[in-house]
């Protein structure tokens, strides 16, 4: 198998037909040997009628009906582990990512070489509270991380069949796709396109807070290492604190009155310790999670004709 096209379905039925045309005439241009997998995510919509449909037709096609929704990335990693082409191409099927990227990517990766052509936008899409908070989440997690991932790098990404068969061997069940594309390493090469929007975005304010909270404790231990020097900190400032008291009250005769100074500090430690009791619980609940080892996703049924099963 030269390629394999790998999307997924969620609310998809409306481009679903419109993307698979425009993908399968993009593929023709490359190879007659392709095959389209769609990777149907629970979604609530009937983009698994439209998608079987498809498959119905065209012999290329392998449908992956998951049995309830998992996550878009989740459901990514399950396509990216039934593909089988010597190249791999992961697009959303939206249209916000032109399908024709992958000519273009697949240009790039004859020319340069590399093992990973993937999508950055030319300008990130969205209000202006999007796109400051977009821009907030790459920051503090390149700042906390030992990993960087690139800054508004889209799904959409052309792939080597060794870099896929390396990807798809991370077993983190907690995931930060993102983050398993960089560490996963090989050679990458971004390359700046524009993409469509279609709309107000799914993830609301309070998803990318859970998302950069996920994505930083997936990836980095250094929130456990700030506790350990903040807590250094607070008993050094207590202790010249209390030293600071006891001088003014052996020396001079003075103490610090108020009962409002005494009940904000306890305030601040309290708040404090809760804070950072939460930072470890939400590593202990990680640890707790991935030591379940459960599976990605659940399959409820593959449609393939009989001799595209792999071995």
């Known amino acids: 198998m030269e390629l394999s ?37 629970g979604s609530p919509d009937n983009s698994l009628a439209v998608a079987l449909s498809l498959y119905a037709k065209d012999e290329r096609v392998r449908v992956i009906d998951l049995s309830r ?33 992958l000519g273009k990517f697949h240009a790039e990766m004859k ?12 300008a990130r899409k969205g ?23 690139p800054a508004n790098q889209l799904t959409a990404r052309l792939m080597s069949r060794h870099y896929v068969a390396s990807l798809v061997e991370h077993k983190d069940r907690e995931l930060f796709l993102a983050g398993l594309w960089a560490i996963t390493g090989f050679t990458q090469i971004p390359v700046v396109v524009d993409k469509r929007s279609k709309g107000s975005s799914t993830y609301n304010f309070r998803r990318r807070i859970a998302n950069l909270v996920n994505a930083v404790t997936s990836f980095s231990n250094t929130p456990l290492v700030l506790i ?50 939460g930072v470890i619980g939400i590593y202990v609940s990680k640890i707790f999670m991935e030591t379940k080892q459960r599976p990605y996703t659940v399959i409820r049924q593959i449609y393939e004709r009989r001799g595209d099963r792999p071995a």
């Open 111 to 122: 020319c340069l070489g590399a093992d990973v052509i993937y999508g950055v936008q030319r």
């Open 127 to 149: 209000n202006f509270i999007e796109r400051v908070t977009g821009d907030l989440f790459y920051l503090i997690f390149n700042l906390v991380s030992s990993y960087a991932v």
């Open 5 to 41: 096209i790998v999307t997924t379905l969620y609310g998809s039925a409306p481009y679903l037909e419109e993307f698979y045309a425009r993908v399968c005439a993009e593929a023709e241009r490359l190879t007659q040997d392709y095959e389209v997998i769609l990777v149907n995510d």
């Open 228 to 277: 350990f020097y903040l807590g250094c900190a607070i008993v050094l400032t207590a202790g010249i604190g209390a030293l600071y008291l006891i001088v003014r009250r052996l020396f001079f005769g003075v103490l610090l009155a108020g009962w409002p100074s005494l009940i904000v500090s306890v305030w601040l430690l309290g708040g404090l310790t809760i804070f950072c009791l």
């Open 69 to 101: 929704n998992f996550g878009h990335h989740k459901a990514i990693m399950t396509g990216l582990a039934h593909a089988r082409g010597r190249l791999v191409f992961l697009v959303d099927c939206d249209l916000e990512e032109e399908p024709e990227l």
